[in-house]
């Protein structure tokens, strides 16, 4: 029965309860019912997010595990870049009649999803199943700040502030490219930049951190690439100069560039999916923030005006707006 | 342009904004940032529905309002089967390239939706959009006790309870099997149906009347119909014994049976998509539920065995698994 799909609803929520635990103090009443039931604290974050099939993951080169592990990554990331922890998450899954979503593979999947709740001790608090043409989910987590109860925003910074970033710049980006060129044989290639792509790590300790040094303005994650995201970092009017040398962007990047005959630094700033925290702070605090956060580097300055330099030269480059019909 | 979709996420957000506020109380900070950040109670409930084009809704039958409605009123009645009342949602949006989705399109969909919002007073603090092969929504909604803080779940009533029920029973599905005959037409046949269908009314003012009385055990929305959803409110090892007569039934549920060459009384049982409020309640309580609730009816008695009957007869159609495989 393994090799079938899961025959019926409750079949489905079987598995379900198999990867995840149906009680948990966040729960005052588990899956089930109408509704969870939470115990809360008075101060959260929340945020929901779609993981579709061929817009946010293929399953030519995700493994089952990959997809459950990203979908829900990418949704504790949010919570980081607030510079809270999570607590729990709900889930809609959207499932095609496909004879290959058996129950090994569905095993696999929530085993992924599953063990990166467990790592953050976030229990899944129920949803929804539905039919539909693709495989889809859409998460919604939710998080709470830390002990200072300090929450991270954006338009937070001054000009001169520091920018940082906690995590490789661009990393997932070489990643993508090389498996939409490759498919799984990219694995061999350029295995960091595919696993920074298949397998986002939430930098939920790195956002703690940060929220707990006063010198720091403000976060959020890096989602769609530096050159998209920095203007959300800083706000309206202002801009970014960064400094970046190829030395400091991860060898998988420069080799994939390298490969494909393009400059890595433009490839870098482009980024996308890297899930990295980028955050700006008094530039007195940088030591501190070095001192306490060892893997966050200093990536440029707070500009007083609009648009990026990148090592002094105008980047205007401005990424991919998923959105937006190309015509 | 109001002829052309939205060009872009930006015009998107912006027609967003047009028709839902950016501020509330329940949000510390509102729409924009990685997440929404909220002042909550400590009790809280939380659900997430999907709603997705052509399996929970069509275009054809549906206008962009109907749409928008449904989508949120669904996820409310969860709320509402709880016996509490909604603070705010979020929503993930997965949107089509497809030209008909034009700016008016959204505008009416997006009011619709801010209009029954704004009813409840919720905010929506965000969510995700996302390009997909076909229209879907996931929402997810939250909301706490009333002033008493009791909460209503299922599987605490005992044999010789009393079952009622707030609403009509099986309208909803005559309008959708109407609406699924006869497209638009089917209105001027059954409007009552039809409108229960594309229109359900969340029912937050009876489930928190409910909670507020003591003889009330536990209470559910029905979406699936009685034939599935009795069980669920029993729990395991109880059944319903339903008193039901035809006179009790909507007329446009007769009407559409009648046209069909049904009997009504089991297409009421089967429903499906009501979104009435089931509780069950101490026999001695009824007529205080009655008094203070006037459009709940008694339907029938808790059963100490599994199964379902009415008017003394054994009943024994299921509904309809809308997960299973129909091979």
Redesign the interface.
């Known amino acids: 029965m393994i090799h079938r799909?899961p025959?019926?609803?409750e079949d489905?929520l079987n598995l379900i309860d198999r990867h995840f635990a149906t009680a948990h103090p966040h729960m005052?009443?588990g899956r089930?019912?109408?509704?969870?039931?939470?115990?809360?604290?008075?101060?959260?974050?929340?945020?929901?997010?779609?993981f579709?099939e061929d817009?946010?993951f293929r399953r030519s080169y995700f493994s089952p595990a990959d997809i459950g592990h990203k979908a829900l990554a990418v949704n504790i990331s949010?919570?980081a870049?607030?510079g809270?922890r999570p607590l729990g998450f709900?889930?809609?899954?959207?499932?095609p009649?496909d004879p290959t979503l058996t129950t090994a593979f569905w095993n696999d999947l929530l085993g992924g999803m599953g063990a990166l709740a467990h790592t953050h001790d976030i229990p899944l608090?129920?949803?929804?199943?539905?039919?539909?043409?693709?495989l889809?989910f859409?998460v919604?987590v939710?998080?709470t700040p830390g002990p200072t109860g300090r929450?991270l925003?954006?338009n937070t910074c001054r000009p001169g502030d520091a920018i940082l970033a906690c995590g490789p710049i661009g990393l997932a980006r070489a990643g993508l490219f090389a498996l939409e060129e490759l498919g799984p044989e990219a694995i061999a290639l350029v295995p960091h930049a595919i696993r920074a792509h298949l397998r986002p790590t939430p930098r939920v300790a790195d956002g703690l951190a940060l929220a707990d040094i006063p010198g720091v303005h403000g976060a959020?994650?890096l989602s769609d690439g530096l050159a998209r995201d920095l203007a959300r970092l800083t706000g309206p009017g202002l801009g970014a100069d960064l400094t970046l040398t190829e030395s400091a962007l991860h060898p998988d990047l420069i080799a994939h560039c390298t490969r494909t005959g393009q400059p890595a630094l433009p490839f870098a700033v482009l980024g996308g999916e890297d899930y990295a925290l980028i955050a700006t702070a008094a530039p007195d605090s940088v030591p501190d923030i070095l001192a306490r956060i060892p893997q966050a580097t200093r990536i440029g300055t707070v500009a007083a005006t609009p648009g990026i330099t990148v090592n002094g030269q105008p980047f205007d480059h401005t990424g991919f707006?998923?959105?937006?019909?190309h015509e």
């Open positions: 799909p025959a019926s609803e489905f005052r009443l089930g019912d109408d509704c969870v039931r939470l115990a809360c604290p008075q101060d959260m974050v929340l945020s929901t997010d779609l579709l817009v946010h949010d919570i870049g607030m809270c709900s889930l809609g899954l959207v499932i009649d608090t129920g949803g929804d199943l539905s039919r539909g043409p693709y889809g859409s919604t939710w998080g929450v925003t954006r959020m994650d707006d998923h959105f937006a019909t």
